[in-house]
C-alpha cells in the first residue's frame, strides 16, 4: 500500500535522504529538479515521469514502472534497477558520467547514445530493438540480456561480456571489438555476414 501522503510528499519536497517509497501511483509525474540519496522506489508507477535535472545518488528501483519516463540532464550515480519496466526510455539524454546497473528490466525500444557506461551490468534484461549509438561498453556485462533486433552501432565492446546474451549481432566494420566475450551463435552470424561458410552450422 501507498504510504499516507507520500505522493504530496514527494510533489512537494526537494530533498529526499534515506526513504522508501512503496505503491506510489504518479504517471506523468514532474520531479524535476530534486535530489534522492540512498532511496528506494518499490512496486512504484512511475510511467512518462519527468526527472529533468533532479540527482539520483545510490538509489535503488525494485518492481516499478518507468516506461517512457524522460530524465533529461538527470544525474545518476550508483542507481540500480531490478525488476523495472523502463519502456522506450531515452538514456542519451542523462547527465554526463552516469553510473547505472539494470537487472531483470525489460529495456524494449530502449536508447543509449554517446554515453560512457563503462562496467555498467545488463543482466538478464529483455532489451529488444534497442539503440546503441557511440556507447562506451568496455567491460560492460550483459550476461543473459535478450538483445534481438537490437543495433550496435559506433560502441566500443572490449572485454563487454555478452555470453548467454539471445539475439546478439555484432557488426566488426561499425563496432570497435577487442577481447568482446560473444556466443558462438554470435559469433557465427557475424561470419555467415560477411560470407563465410561455418562448419557445422546449416552449410550443405
Request: include cysteine; charge should be negative.
Amino acid at each position: 500500500m501507498t504510504e499516507p501522503r507520500a505522493n504530496e510528499r514527494l510533489e512537494s519536497g526537494d530533498y529526499f535522504e534515506n526513504e522508501t517509497f512503496t505503491g506510489l501511483e504518479l504517471a506523468g509525474v514532474d520531479l524535476g529538479g530534486k535530489e534522492f540519496f540512498r532511496c528506494t522506489f518499490r512496486s512504484c508507477v512511475l510511467r512518462e515521469s519527468r526527472w529533468r535535472k533532479s540527482k539520483l545518488e545510490r538509489c535503488t528501483f525494485v518492481g516499478s514502472d518507468l516506461s517512457g519516463a524522460t530524465f533529461d540532464q538527470t544525474g545518476l550515480r550508483g542507481v540500480r534497477f531490478e525488476s523495472t519496466k523502463l519502456l522506450g526510455v531515452d538514456w542519451g539524454r542523462i547527465a554526463p558520467h552516469p553510473e547505472l546497473a539494470f537487472d531483470d528490466c525489460k529495456l524494449r525500444y530502449a536508447s543509449f547514445v554517446g554515453l560512457a557506461l563503462r562496467k555498467t551490468s545488463l543482466l538478464r534484461c529483455s532489451a529488444t530493438e534497442a539503440t546503441f549509438t557511440d556507447v562506451d561498453f568496455t567491460e560492460a556485462d550483459f550476461r543473459g540480456t535478450d538483445l534481438s533486433g537490437s543495433t550496435f552501432t559506433g560502441c566500443t565492446l572490449t572485454r563487454t561480456d555478452f555470453r548467454d546474451a539471445r539475439g546478439l549481432f555484432l557488426d566488426p566494420a561499425r563496432n570497435r571489438l577487442r577481447h568482446t566475450l560473444v556466443p558462438v551463435e554470435t559469433a557465427v552470424a557475424i561470419a555467415q555476414h560477411f560470407g563465410m561458410d561455418v562448419d557445422g552450422y546449416g552449410n550443405t
